[in-house]
């Protein structure tokens, strides 16, 4: 593990190969942000607790993937543009989105939702251009979403939430790895956290290397941790009470 650089000491090459995607099959990775004190957002947008190595990272991060994974609440309350990069998957149960969002028709845009969501609502963004995916009866499968991802060649995945999403990766034992900023601020009151598990349970990560700037960010890389074979641990571990 490499401990705490300073992210403007760190060249652009160095930090491609301190964020490179793993070879292999498909890896989720997750990149989120979020207060000292834990809140994933400020008056619910997570942007406005960003700073301009934030939005370094944040770039190299899309720059690396293949597909970017995002909440349709997410999607729409943070901007989220067609892509110009990495292809974007907007993951919707309810497929409650305005049939005039512009990354809807965009040829790189895919809506991962499920089976029973509202048949107007599917007619209706359909209409609109927009190309649905089920990746489940009842709900959004995390696994359904990396087995689609890697039938359309895009191993290389990006989740950038929202913490209801992200909960649902890391329930699943489908998140290979968390890129999170630490803000240097205290928000308090009852912001939402990264991360939207209903069970409680312990899902061990190690720190792979610890990045901090001159106005106060950290950025670290959680990855999973491996047993004395070097094969990764899946098992969780349930916090008692």
Known sequence: MQILRKAS???PDELRVLYAYPDGGPHVRANMIASIDGAAGLEGR????GADGDRRIYRLLRALSDVVV???HTAITEGYRQPDGPALAIVSRSLQIPVDYAPLSHPRTLVLTCSTAPPQRRQALTRAGATLVDCGADTVDPR??????ARR????ILLEGGPRLLGSFVAADALDE??????PVIVGGTATRPV??????AHPLRCAHLLGDDDGYLYARWVRTRDQSGDETHNTTRVPR
């Open 46 to 49: 997570s942007g406005d607790l």
């Open 178 to 183: 968390l890129c999170l900023t630490t803000s």
């Open 144 to 149: 359904a979403v990396i087995a689609e991802c």
């Open 153 to 156: 060649a895009w191993p290389a």
């Open 196 to 201: 939207h598990v209903d069970a409680e349970a």
């Open 9 to 11: 000491e760190v060249t």
């Open 70 to 72: 995002v909440g349709a």
